[in-house]
């Protein structure tokens, strides 16, 4: 460990110490997802188990609320539901990484935990250079650095970033999002036999390739993982413009489906689909655990999207990762369900068989609560519209006849309405799963799904349902004790 190394992490405990008592004390903290001890937290980074632990790291940047020169942050957990803060894994410290060591990935390879990420590097007047760094562990907790392992490539511009590294078939592979110097977005591959030495294998696809015309300016967290024979690719475009409901985000997640020639690295895919609906959703990462589950975690918030207007930041930090989903791939879309584990963190069932809601505004005793998992099972809808409203800030409204799922939002920049939107042919499942300025809806067993925070009066809450016509339900709720 350099001795910059060692002056920085002083320096960031620091900062979590002083600031600890106001963090503390804000309304706001979650109680089932993982924040920053203080100050910025962003993209989720090598998402891994590792002898039978899952770590958890992530994009830090501990001396304000605002992006700068990032660490990386680690927590570690047994269940993915509780999670227990580790020391610094990465510091801005080295010369190839001096102005922050960026998005990555991590990878289990003869006992040991590498980390693969990248080393931002900016000159005075701004000028941008990026290397691909690794660092190897013994224990996942201590890292040692190894500097670049890969440096730009000419055919792309300095935005060169975010590795993620997978073995298949006895060699390595690594997908970067970058852009090219017409300024096009693009996945590209390279190809391992070491770790140490990577080659260009080609062009994973892009805008403005043989198969999208043009589909943003910069592309970044690119993943490939397999799901039900088929190869997936997430990844977060930047610079799509908004379509009716589609793309109302700054920024977007989503993925393709298809088959990645490992030879050319190039994926003959189909269409590209939104992962989330909400209002807070970039930047997921996938990994297998030893169950053969893919589980993905994303970052709830969405860069250049009123960040410095969240509420939290006068408790002098900002954002959370969203719960570890499990997904699957049915008739060539993602399915994302929650992890089984949340269930293991259920307090006492309050149920409600074939609840009728009728041209009226209800409220069941006991369905309320700040952190909570709520499941309506809908068995009967008669109605034009049915909808569920959240501690009077967020509404859930489904018009049957068009067939539209709606999430509505008090703005927390100036308090006026705000909606997202998905079409939903027959509404039959909900479920929310509320933290205390946190919402995330899993429609239908995870066909569709809603991530947003949430910031009401932290005193509040109430859950109503209202029909226009008649709407009968099962409605469990469970409180969720972490």
Known sequence: MSERDEQLRQEAYEQVEKHKTMVEADPYRLKYHIMPPVGLLNDPNGFIQFNGTYHMFYQWMPFKTGHGAKFWGHYTSEDLVTWTEQPIALTPSEWYEKDGCYSGSAIEHDGKLYLFYTGNVKDEDGNRESYQCMAISEDGIHFEKKGPVLELPEEYTAHFRDPKVWKEAGRFYMVIGTQNHDEQGRAVLFVSDDLHAWEHVGVVTGSHTDQLDEFGFMWECPDIFHLNGQDVLAVSPQGLEAKGMHYNNVYQSGYFVGSLNYETGHLQHGEFQELDRGFEFYAPQTTVDDQGRRILVGWMGVPDQYEEEQPTIKHKWVHTLTMPRELSLENGKVIQKPIKELETKRGAQMKYEDAD??????????????????????????????????????????????????????????????????????????????????????????????????????????????????????????????
Request: net charge neutral; with cysteine; charged share 25%.
């Open 357 to 482: 809601i009728k041209n009226e505004v209800k409220q069941f005793g006991g369905i309320n609560g700040l952190s909570v998992e709520l499941q309506i099972d809908i068995k009967k809808n008669l109605s034009k519209s049915f909808d569920i409203e959240i501690r009077n800030n967020m509404r859930l409204i489904y018009n049957r006849k068009e067939g539209l799922l709606t999430l509505e939002r008090k703005s927390f920049v100036n308090g006026r309405t705000e909606s997202r939107h998905c079409y939903v042919e027959d509404l039959k499942q909900l479920r929310l799963f509320l933290d205390t300025s946190s919402l995330e809806v899993f429609v239908n067993g995870g066909e569709e799904v809603f991530t947003s925070r949430m910031f009401p009066d932290a005193e509040n809450t109430t859950i109503l349902f209202a029909a226009n016509g008649s709407v009968t339900a099962d409605i469990s709720r469970w409180h969720l004790h972490v």
